[in-house]
């Protein structure tokens, strides 16, 4: 998508999440400047409970004079831009518009409206915006608060350059013309006395988890920003794989998750922490959520009833004593499997095959180079692989995507001539990870049909699974209670999970 683009509506608001970080800040700073300068009605805001407070921010706001606003309604206007963020994210506040456009960098969320740019390979949204600006012959250089709030931008998304490794990331950062004495402020603005209060009693009073290494640890109200500060801290302790840091708010209760091992996803365990109460995800690494007062209070009525507590416990204690039980639960509660090193017991699974059921494949090299490193989107997650002679990508009947390679794609299916048709509600794509290029693969699809003659061995799962599959050692599947842990036959290793409702929809017993 250009910017460009977007110059047929009038009437543009520009929207970053809600409790804003630098990054959202400069992002949206760009694409509002773009279309002021175009002569365009635009507006840039943000919404959620509190404006901002935090000390770096509120200058950075202030000193690059960036006309940001907070707002709790909003007239639907021509067309919104979210930025650094997705619509409809639990992080966003949902305001109505007659059209959407999302420019972000975080792993894709949910269905994508058709104007959009979001590349998840980028440290950060303000070097997407700066590209986008120079895409459509914008200097940013020539304009010294713009490019200082992208560099700061950058800065803070990627912990201080620390975390750059594209080269779009590293051309913003050594090619802006920013205000060093303005830089030199921000940095040195970052807590108040009284957050550096809080963080200190915060990191002072953790609980730490000497079974599964982690640390939990409570703060007074304060930012959104300053629990990922503390966490960030709090994740640099050496015997401290993940943790979590909440923060008591009047009207529910603010997260922040931080995880440095493969075997668990930030984002993942925001979210297991906030299912039924709240909303929560982010990055791999980094991740947050929030709780609903009322949804907590409810669910730790519930937790003391099983626990057979007594129900006399203040508030704090009793958020204490739910996110811990459900951190617990988290680590409890999960089987991991290496696929390369797994050797399943097949006494205790059955035999099945795919019904004749036609569905898509795509010829990889066909949409990008061999040993191009892609990112294979599914609905049970990312896979990343690298593009090899022979490598075909399966696109399943709810559009779930997943990788195979010619031998066994000819064991297991037959080719049709029939045209592919794509039925699902998930546009399947895939990733060129160092462009950062996504691709449909409906254009690319073609048609086959299961022999019926390969067989899988399957169990029904009773409890949580992570699988690091053959084709990534990285990221894992998960598998929910009631999905099916799945083995192939003529491959032992090859072990992966089937959602159950794809399940019970295109297998059969043998």
Known sequence: MRLSELLSYDQIVVQCHDNPDADALASGFGVYTYFKAQGKDVRFVYGGRYPIQKSNLMLMKDMLQIPVEHVETLEPPDLLVTVDCQYGEGNVTRFEAKNVAVIDHHQVSGPLPELNEVRSNLGACSTIVCELLEAEGWKVNEDKPLATALYYGLMTDTNNFTEVSHPLDKDLRDDAVFDRSLITRFRNANLSLKELEIAGQALINYRYNETYHYAVAMAKPCDPNILGMISDLMLEVDTVETCLVYSIQPFGVKISVRSCVKE???????????????????????????????????????????????????????????????????????????????????????????????????????????????????????????????????????????????????????????????????????????????????????????????????????????????????????????????????????????????????????
Not at 278 to 297: N, Y
Not at 301 to 329: C, H, I, S, T, Y
């Open 264 to 510: 668990v996803k930030a984002s993942e365990l925001a979210e297991f922490i906030t299912e039924g109460i709240g909303s929560g995800g982010g990055h791999l690494e980094k991740a947050g959520g929030f709780i609903q007062m009322e949804l907590l209070q409810k669910a730790y009525e519930e937790f003391l009833v099983e626990k057979n507590r007594p129900r006399d416990v203040d508030l704090q204690e009793g958020v204490e004593a739910l996110l811990d039980w459900r951190m617990e639960d988290y680590f409890d509660d999960i089987e991991i499997i290496y696929a390369k090193d797994y050797e399943a017991d097949l006494a205790g699974m059955e035999a099945y095959r795919k019904k004749k059921i036609p569905i898509g494949y795509v010829d990889a090299d066909q949409v990008f180079p061999l040993g191009t490193k892609i990112c294979v989107r599914t609905l049970e997650g990312d896979l990343d692989v690298s593009i090899y002679d022979d490598l075909y990508i399966m696109i399943g009947i709810q559009g779930e995507v997943y990788p195979n390679d010619r031998l066994k794609f000819e064991r297991s299916y037959k080719y049709l001539d029939e045209p592919y048709v794509f039925q699902g509600e998930y546009e399947p794509t895939i990733k060129d990870v160092a462009e950062g290029k996504s691709v449909s693969l409906i254009p690319y699809a073609r048609s086959c049909v299961p022999t019926g003659e390969v067989f899988i061995y399957v169990k029904k799962l009773d409890h949580r699974v992570k699988v690091f599959t053959a084709w990534d050692e990285e990221k894992y599947m998960l598998g929910k209670e009631g999905d099916y842990l799945a083995v192939r036959k003529d491959d032992l290793h090859d072990v992966y999970i089937i959602e159950q409702k794809i399940f019970e929809q295109t297998y059969e017993k043998c």
